[in-house]
């Protein structure tokens, strides 16, 4: 094994210990030591096997780092991904740029499910993982429970 160069999203954080996913391969790596990650922090950074198991790995160089914002918002889907969802399937994701950067996925979920649909985005580390791809540092959840529609939304700062 040698050492990797990539983004990933902390996933589990202990004092002592703490697990980085690879955003691009999904690969994990369990670190041997935690220097001060938490969960949901995004790393541009290079890990490399611990000697001399090789079995944990541990963090060489940061580039840049970040924590993502996970926002359970109040806010209904605007009237936009409102209309999109409209003529969409039950279970269809809709995935939409941002004026300017970030992106918007939309679904179409039944109206009894919305809620659940909105914790499993909210607890999904691959929600993190989308953001840290398309640069986002901010993931916002809205819903419209009588329409069945749910978007998320990856926000640049």
Not at 77 to 82: D, E, F, I, L, N
Not at 129 to 154: C, F, K, N, P, T
Request: glycine fraction near 6%; aromatic fraction near 2%; proline fraction near 5%.
């Amino acid at each position: 094994m040698s050492e990797t160069t990539g983004t990933f999203v902390v996933t589990h954080a202990e004092p002592d210990s703490a697990v980085v996913r690879d955003v691009e391969t999904a690969q994990v790596h369990t670190l041997g030591s935690n220097p001060g990650l938490e969960v949901h922090d995004v790393l541009e950074a290079t890990v490399a096997p611990e000697p001399p198991l090789e079995v944990t790995w541990q963090v060489i160089e940061v580039e840049n780092r970040c924590a993502i914002e996970l926002v359970d918002s109040d806010l209904e889907p605007t009237q936009h991904a409102k209309e999109l969802a409209a003529g969409a399937e039950v279970g269809e994701l809709i995935q939409e740029e941002r004026a300017g950067t970030g992106e918007i996925h939309i679904f179409r979920v039944p109206a009894d499910d919305v809620e659940a649909a909105a914790a499993d985005v909210l607890e999904d580390d691959e929600t993190i993982a989308r953001a840290a791809r398309l640069e986002a540092v901010r993931v916002e959840v809205r819903r419209a429970i009588d329409d069945g529609v749910l978007s998320v939304r990856y926000l640049p700062d």
